[in-house]
């Protein structure tokens, strides 16, 4: 016969009622997916019901290490009545010790997590043991409950009016262990302590200036002349100090990231806060680091180069710079409200305009508009000074290959932002106003965004490259006492380079479902881009035959420069071959590759680039010795750090990731067990790295205040910059009587031709203009 | 990467050599070859035979590089249903069906009879596997649990088979990355995408997700599981 009808239904309806029991006490994780933690057991409604109420109990409020504890649980209220078949169950999670069960009542699902049984769920209250910790932990405990309506009717399902509740405990071993703060708030702390360490220095360089007259009589006209100045020497300072403080900035959230990524499975920061630190690291340190550093050289070399006074649109230049400041406060502005841009700097469509990213990206987005008009404006001014402003006797071919490095920078930067800009502002307004250029359903593009991205980005890391290759040639042929090996081809290698930047951005995009042929023409010229990059390398290798290499500082930086260069070249010559992009795309053999050009090659020819021309901008020699030591560390802890990358990279640990797993004998993970080594040795790498531009920075302000006065002309260089004083006056050259300028300088010609000869690329440029004048001259 | 090792000796060598031979020496007056002087140009220092050696020699140097990596790239994006490399959709009712039958040549470009079809589709923040019509000895898919990745799903593939994977994202852009295959590819909303899974080698491995997709992007994962 079996059992009858009824018995069965009775039956299916318990496991029933005990399978919604146990459902939600395995999402009640307080740390598991996401939603979970508010919501907790949404199965009987969303919301904790205030009729249930649960306890704990038996907790002491500081346990001994290792002592077991009996801990009861247990709830009352709700619909649970005596006589209902089922009661109650519960959830009990803690987040350290371990739990074991007592009787057949409750089941232990693993140690952290203890549940009731089929035979527990006629009580409300149950028995577990729980085992302290052996050393000092903040513990906490999570308790999910739950009172049945146990009629078991089976109509509705048998769980209709169950409702739950939540109880938190936290207790703590003997000796009381800080909670770990948010990153967030460490991070604010520690820019805010950066900021008034920063306005210390300041104010004490203000006293030393004049120790007499330290009071506000005097500091406000000082502090207002350097908001309003539009000199091109003051702007140049307030763009290297801007970019020296977010170079702190960003290097401090790379520390962030190295802590996280330091171990196998870090819980330092969650995956929410790591995409947030990296899209903001990426951020500052390409367009509030490394481009204001750029335009703080461009600022003062430039005219002093070109024997220019000023810069041709000084009013322009101070809203360049003035833009800046409150681009970043833009940039940053999502923090505060807990949800930072978290798109990568790349910011890839669909994801950047999607409802999942944060809402700071809105603002991050409106942050970078301001810097492209920023760097819109930059462009104009040097492109207009240097074609217009050059000293006598300056032809196009007489430039120092720092300025013309600035100049093919610029017009790099100038023809592709508008596309960044133009992308920006569609994402902006995808995410304000709900146009739909990026959304897909509504027809957008997936593919616009990484187009219009990339055309800019390719070309903006040669922007940000090319002027460290001016700095590099200037102070290589200085400190080689020659003239720079191949001056021509350096012109027209650097300006090759600029060219063939706009036709390679392909390549960040092999894997992005573009088609194979532009894929196939994108491979052929990122190759390409080697064989300008090679000639300029030669040419500086070349440039040392024969001299007499002086050792300096500055020689050591552009030396390490040239060998870090060289590999973070080599290394980008795997990218364009597809077979092997495919399997690195994406992954750190891509980090080790950027960061070796970027840091390698941008940050080691500014630093040069600082230790070179230091002296002239503050009349003050900078301590070689501390800086033999800067570099000394720097460049073993920047290869300790970047280094081991390519292999991380090769294994297969990809980008952007917050955590990564290595196999063991327990667990498959991503990466072979060395992997977890290797993390370990980068992150002390970076912090010894990050560590060693401290003693740049001293470096700066001791000899500011007490190094040896600087002679105008202290390394034998032979362009304008060295013929004023150091540091120079205002204006930089001559004179203005209020019609005409008067003792601007005029540069000879030690080869043998007429220095007023115009060369290959002046003719270029007066065939593209209009003939003054009607003669027939112009048309052949 | 034979090559990559020549040019960094080459450029290593040059610079350690020239640092260290033509540095100056202390107290000593100072050569001023090219004549400099503030304000004046200095006299040319160039070689027109040397910086043309080193355009055309790294030029010659990359066109070869190009060529020897295009058969390679023809591999990995091979163009449907094309003869040279894996055929045509496999015809599972004709007679002569044998199965991909894969070969891998000495530079490990793989050549098949013919290719099976499956489905893959990327959502934040899970992967889908579909085997579409494929028997169960050729294509499985589960799920399983990783002790570090929680439940993940995971494809059957079988060794010495070639399978074409039709692509699309049903929201932002994600890119499975195959890690014992070293091959990835975009997956896209609203736009199918192809990748080309060649199987030699049987075992477990990784397919992780390389393209940014937002909170979970990192544990995002999935199984490769290659039998015999």
Known sequence: MGMSKRSRLAVVTLLFVAATMVAPAAQSLPTGIAGVKDSGCNCHGAVVSESVSASIGGLPEIYNYSEAYEIVVSFEGGPSETGNINQGGFHLWVSDGSLAVNDATSQLFNQNEVGHTEAGNDQTSWVVTWTAPETDKNVEFVLHVNSVNGDADGNGGGSTGDLWSKAVASISGPVVVLDAADPFVVLTVLIMVSAVLLSITLSYIFYRTNPDSFDWETFAPWIADWLTSTDHKKIGTLYTVQGLFFLGVGGIMAMFIRIQLAVPGNDFLTQDQYNQFFTLHGTTMIFLAAMPLINGFANWIVPLQIGAPDLALPRINAMSFWLQPFAAILIFTGIFSGGGADTGWTGYAPYVVSQTAHVGTTMWAAGQIMLVASSTLTGINFLTTIAVMRAEGMGWMHMPLFTWSIFIANVMLFLSIPAFGIGLIQVFLDRVIGTAFYDISAGGDPLLWSHLFWYFGHPEVYVVIVPAFGVISEVMATSARRSVFGYRSMVYAMAGIGIVSFIVYGHHMFTSGMSPTLRFVTMLTTMLVAVPTGIKIFNWLMTMNGGSLVYRTHTLWALGFILTFTIGGISGMFFPSVAMDLHLHESYFVIAHFHYVLVGGTVFGLVSGIYYWFPKATGKMLDEKLGVIHFLVGFVSYNALFWPMHRLGVWGMTRRHHTYFITTEEAMGSLPAEAAGWNMLITVSGFVFMGSFFILVANMIISSIRGEDAPADPWGGWSFEWMTSSPPPTPSFGHFDGEKWSGLPRLKDANDHLANEPGVVSRWFKRLMVPDEDSGEVSH | ?228
Request: glycine fraction near 6%; aromatic fraction near 14%.
């Open chain 2, 1 to 228: 990467m034979l090559w990559s090792i020549v040019v960094s000796v080459i450029a290593f060598g040059w610079l350690f050599h020239h640092s260290f031979w033509f540095r100056s020496e202390d107290g000593k007056e100072l050569s001023n070859v090219d004549g400099l002087a503030i304000g004046v140009f200095p006299l040319h220092n160039d070689d027109m035979r040397l910086e043309v050696t080193w355009t055309i020699l790294p030029f010659i140097l990359i066109i070869w590089l190009t060529y020897v990596s295009w058969a390679p790239i023809d591999n990995m994006w091979a163009p449907l249903d094309d003869d040279e490399y894996h055929g045509s959709e496999c015809d599972y009712a004709s007679a002569a069906y044998t199965g991909s039958n894969n070969v891998m040549d000495s530079k490990g470009m793989v050549t098949s009879d013919c290719y099976h079809l499956i489905e893959i589709t990327g959502q934040q923040w899970f992967w889908s596997f579909d085997c579409l019509e494929l028997d169960e000895s050729l294509c499985y898919t589960a799920t399983d649990t990783l002790e570090v990745y929680g439940s993940v799903p995971v494809l059957g593939l079988k060794k010495g088979e070639t399978y074409l994977a039709l692509m699309e994202s049903e929201d932002v852009t994600h890119a499975p990355w195959f890690l014992d295959l070293f091959t990835k590819e975009d997956v896209l909303q609203g736009q199918q995408t192809l990748l080309w899974l060649p199987i030699t080698d049987s075992g477990d491995s990784m397919i992780l997700c390389a393209e940014y997709c937002g909170d979970a992007h990192s544990v995002m994962s999935g199984v490769l599981a290659v039998h015999n």
